[in-house]
């Protein structure tokens, strides 16, 4: 039984090729996770190069939803926070923490940084982040409360992370991450304490036992699979596809010599293949038939099934196909609510990295206990009163408000907080508006 399991081992490390990272077994050569057959089909819920080779990487449909999705996270607006939800002015937050999120490493950028944790997450299920913490008195002074202030913030991928544990088991308590290929440290190996780590984890009711996160593909393996053959099969047909019809001297009583033929086939060719006959019109001297060779109804199948492949896809994330795409009974109605649909899915990715990284790194190492940072929340109210200010009865109404201040038939108070209820304006610009 040990020698099957390890056979099968080798079998997922690629025989005599260096053991997967993710791969890990205990002193008998057990693994740590277990293939799991249902009706058949083999999953691996720890084989996280699948997912993102296979899945994100292979899949042209995974490959455009899930970048879209981050993107629009990273790009949500963000301030630093109290607990009350009051705006913290920049000027009076910690200088080391604010260069730390604004520039997380020498060669990434917050945006950036933002994206790699989301990425890994909505593929792997899995997202690492690690501090590097500079060698000064301000930093041994911190550590040596349990804190740290950190200089540099990186990203890890699952697949080069092993996670140590108290008692050497899946289930126990993590107090180290060895990371291969890490970033800060030239690419080695290094151990780093639990304590410098962040790591954002899916449930994982696979393998709960686990404190490996189980990635939102898992369930999907047979689809985002049989969606590569559907474009693999879509390229062949086209790469493989040979002559598109057949051209034969009209009526059924004529039969060309083998030596007519193969000087009509080239004299064709020359007349009406290439890229210089583009757009012209072949004139034949003799009567001819065409028969168009079409897509067998097999191949169209897998042509047709594509779009169905899209929506699981946008299934998978919550979001609508119609953004990418899929144009089928799309309105403008349903547009706009697509629109708003990815931008909760993004907001909510967004938050939950927010909150890790607020309770890791914010409160947890800088020791700030009343800061927050985090994605401004949207006041679809206030902005449909800002919309209104642009239409033709809001401008005549702002207009008709400060004439009656001029006319001295309104009260000044009265008209400032007539714009600041309909309008959104701030007190400032109310005055502005109203020349006072």
């Known amino acids: 039984m040990i020698n099957r399991i390890k056979n099968i081992v080798k079998s997922w490390t690629g025989g005599s090729a260096p053991k997967s990272r993710a791969v890990r077994t205990n002193s008998k050569g057990i693994p740590w996770f277990w293939d799991i057959d249902f009706l058949g089909y083999k999953y691996n819920d720890r084989d996280f190069r699948e997912f993102i080779c296979n899945a994100f990487g292979m899949n042209p449909h995974i490959n455009m939803v899930v970048p879209r999705i981050t993107d629009m996270q990273s790009s949500l607006p963000r301030s630093f926070k109290n607990r009350e939800g009051e705006i913290v002015p920049f000027e009076q937050v910690d200088k080391d923490l604010l260069k730390l999120i604004e520039s997380p490493n020498p060669v990434t950028t917050r945006k950036e940084f933002y994206d790699q944790i989301d990425q890994y997450f909505k593929v792997t299920g899995n997202s690492v982040i690690y501090g590097i913490s500079p060698s000064n008195e301000d930093s041994d002074t911190m550590r040596a409360l349990g804190m740290n202030k950190y200089a540099e913030l990186y990203t890890a991928s699952i697949v080069d992370v092993d996670i140590m544990t108290d008692n050497g088991s899946t289930n126990g308590i993590p107090v180290s991450y060895q990371i291969a290929n890490a970033k800060g440290y030239g690419g080695s190996t290094v151990t780093i304490p639990a304590k410098d780590v962040l790591h954002l984890r899916n449930t994982n009711i696979i393998s709960p036992e686990t404190n490996y996160g189980l990635s939102q593909l898992f369930g999907q393996q047979k689809a985002y699979t049989a969606s590569n053959f559907n474009f693999d099969a879509r390229v062949n047909t086209y790469k493989n596809g040979g002559k598109h019809g057949i051209v ?3 009526g059924s009583e004529v039969v060309m010599q083998p ?4 000087a009509m086939q080239t004299k064709f060719d020359s007349d ?10 072949h004139v034949s001297g003799s009567p001819v038939d065409f028969t168009r060779i079409s897509l067998s109804p097999e191949q ?3 042509i047709e099934s594509l779009p169905s492949d899209l929506r699981h896809a946008c299934a998978i994330y919550d979001v609508d196909s119609v953004l990418f795409g899929d144009v089928a009974g799309t309105t ?6 697509a629109r708003k649909r990815i931008e909760i899915t993004a907001t909510r990715g967004g ?9 890791w790194l914010i409160k947890g190492n800088f020791g700030l206990d009343d800061l927050l940072y985090t994605i401004d929340a949207k006041d679809e109210a206030r902005e449909a009163k800002v919309q209104q200010r642009n239409t033709d009865a809001g401008k005549t109404q702002i207009i008709g408000i400060a004439e009656s201040v001029a006319a001295k038939s309104l009260s000044e108070n009265s008209a400032i907080g007539t714009l600041q209820q309909l309008y959104a304006y701030s007190e400032d610009e109310a005055k502005e508006i109203l020349g006072l």
Do not use: C
């Open 248 to 250: 034969s001297p009209k």
């Open 259 to 262: 030596e007519e033929q193969e």
């Open 272 to 281: 009406t293949a290439g890229v210089h006959n583009f757009g012209g019109v």
């Open 300 to 302: 169209l199948k897998l």
């Open 332 to 337: 403008f109605n349903n547009l706009d609510t």
């Open 351 to 359: 938050l939950r990295i927010d909150e890790a990284l607020n309770k």
